[in-house]
Protein backbone atom coordinates (compact mmCIF):
# COMPACT_ATOMS: atom_id res chain seq x y z
CA UNK A 1 0.00 0.00 0.00
CA UNK A 2 1.08 3.45 -0.70
CA UNK A 3 -0.76 6.62 0.71
CA UNK A 4 -0.01 9.63 -0.65
CA UNK A 5 -1.06 13.43 1.04
CA UNK A 6 -0.71 16.63 -0.90
CA UNK A 7 -0.16 20.26 1.26
CA UNK A 8 0.40 23.74 -0.35
CA UNK A 9 -2.82 24.41 -1.71
CA UNK A 10 -4.71 27.76 -1.09
CA UNK A 11 -5.76 31.24 -2.53
CA UNK A 12 -3.64 33.18 -4.59
CA UNK A 13 -4.73 36.20 -7.10
CA UNK A 14 -4.48 35.39 -10.90
CA UNK A 15 -0.86 35.69 -12.01
CA UNK A 16 0.75 34.61 -8.92
CA UNK A 17 2.49 31.45 -7.60
CA UNK A 18 1.88 28.27 -5.47
CA UNK A 19 4.23 25.06 -5.07
CA UNK A 20 2.00 22.13 -4.15
CA UNK A 21 3.73 19.05 -2.52
CA UNK A 22 3.00 15.22 -2.65
CA UNK A 23 4.59 13.13 0.04
CA UNK A 24 4.25 9.24 -0.63
CA UNK A 25 4.55 6.95 2.47
CA UNK A 26 4.04 2.93 2.51
CA UNK A 27 5.53 0.39 -0.05
CA UNK A 28 6.40 2.10 -3.32
CA UNK A 29 7.71 -0.94 -4.71
CA UNK A 30 6.27 -1.53 -8.14
CA UNK A 31 5.56 1.56 -8.71
CA UNK A 32 7.04 4.14 -11.40
CA UNK A 33 4.80 7.02 -12.17
CA UNK A 34 3.21 9.99 -9.40
CA UNK A 35 0.86 12.37 -11.21
CA UNK A 36 -1.12 15.55 -11.08
CA UNK A 37 -4.61 15.72 -12.06
CA UNK A 38 -6.87 18.16 -11.63
CA UNK A 39 -10.51 18.29 -10.72
CA UNK A 40 -12.29 21.75 -11.76
CA UNK A 41 -15.47 23.38 -10.98
CA UNK A 42 -16.81 22.84 -14.33
CA UNK A 43 -14.07 20.62 -15.60
CA UNK A 44 -13.75 16.80 -15.19
CA UNK A 45 -10.73 15.46 -13.97
CA UNK A 46 -8.10 16.60 -16.32
CA UNK A 47 -4.30 14.83 -15.87
CA UNK A 48 -1.92 17.81 -15.70
CA UNK A 49 2.01 16.41 -15.30
CA UNK A 50 3.71 13.45 -14.17
CA UNK A 51 7.17 12.31 -13.75
CA UNK A 52 8.55 8.78 -13.93
CA UNK A 53 11.31 7.42 -11.41
CA UNK A 54 13.89 6.14 -12.31
CA UNK A 55 14.27 8.28 -14.77
CA UNK A 56 12.59 11.73 -14.29
CA UNK A 57 11.16 11.86 -17.48
CA UNK A 58 7.90 14.31 -17.52
CA UNK A 59 4.92 15.18 -18.99
CA UNK A 60 2.40 18.41 -19.03
CA UNK A 61 -0.95 18.70 -20.05
CA UNK A 62 -1.40 21.49 -22.69
CA UNK A 63 -2.94 23.82 -20.43
CA UNK A 64 -0.11 24.05 -18.11
CA UNK A 65 3.17 23.40 -19.95
CA UNK A 66 5.59 25.83 -19.65
CA UNK A 67 3.69 27.62 -16.71
CA UNK A 68 3.78 24.20 -14.11
CA UNK A 69 7.21 22.22 -13.15
CA UNK A 70 6.71 18.65 -11.98
CA UNK A 71 9.96 17.18 -9.81
CA UNK A 72 10.90 14.58 -7.65
CA UNK A 73 12.95 14.33 -4.30
CA UNK A 74 13.73 11.38 -3.52
CA UNK A 75 15.42 11.58 -0.41
CA UNK A 76 11.66 12.82 1.20
CA UNK A 77 9.86 10.51 -1.04
CA UNK A 78 8.00 13.71 -2.34
CA UNK A 79 6.87 14.92 -5.26
CA UNK A 80 6.55 18.76 -6.06
CA UNK A 81 4.14 20.95 -8.63
CA UNK A 82 5.35 24.52 -8.77
CA UNK A 83 2.62 26.16 -10.38
CA UNK A 84 3.18 29.94 -11.92
CA UNK A 85 1.30 32.45 -13.52
CA UNK A 86 -1.92 31.07 -12.33
CA UNK A 87 -4.90 31.93 -13.72
CA UNK A 88 -8.90 31.29 -12.37
CA UNK A 89 -9.20 28.84 -14.79
CA UNK A 90 -6.24 26.81 -12.70
CA UNK A 91 -8.73 26.78 -9.77
CA UNK A 92 -9.50 23.46 -9.03
CA UNK A 93 -8.64 20.41 -6.25
CA UNK A 94 -5.13 18.82 -6.85
CA UNK A 95 -4.87 15.29 -6.39
CA UNK A 96 -1.86 13.30 -6.50
CA UNK A 97 -1.79 9.77 -7.31
CA UNK A 98 0.84 6.85 -8.03
CA UNK A 99 1.08 3.93 -9.96
CA UNK A 100 2.55 1.73 -12.71
CA UNK A 101 2.62 2.85 -16.40
CA UNK A 102 4.17 1.33 -19.74
CA UNK A 103 1.67 3.77 -21.75
CA UNK A 104 2.89 5.87 -24.57
CA UNK A 105 2.92 8.67 -25.37
CA UNK A 106 1.93 9.68 -21.64
CA UNK A 107 0.48 7.69 -18.27
CA UNK A 108 -3.23 6.94 -18.53
CA UNK A 109 -5.77 7.19 -15.45
CA UNK A 110 -6.12 3.54 -15.64
CA UNK A 111 -2.77 2.95 -14.64
CA UNK A 112 -2.69 4.63 -11.64
CA UNK A 113 -3.75 2.54 -8.05
CA UNK A 114 -2.91 5.07 -5.23
CA UNK A 115 -4.88 8.12 -4.63
CA UNK A 116 -4.47 10.99 -2.59
CA UNK A 117 -7.51 13.39 -1.14
CA UNK A 118 -6.02 16.43 -2.68
CA UNK A 119 -5.50 20.09 -2.28
CA UNK A 120 -7.49 23.07 -2.88
CA UNK A 121 -6.46 25.98 -5.53
CA UNK A 122 -8.83 28.99 -5.99
CA UNK A 123 -7.38 31.44 -7.69
CA UNK A 124 -9.13 34.75 -8.12
Known amino acids: QVQLVESGGGSVEAGGSLKLSCTLSGSTFGTNVVGWFRQGPWNGREQIAH????????GYSDSVRGRFTISRDNARNTVHLQMRNLTPDDTGRYVC??????????????????WGQGTQVTVS
Open 51 to 58: IFNPGGAT
Open 97 to 114: AAGRSTSWPRPVVDDYIY
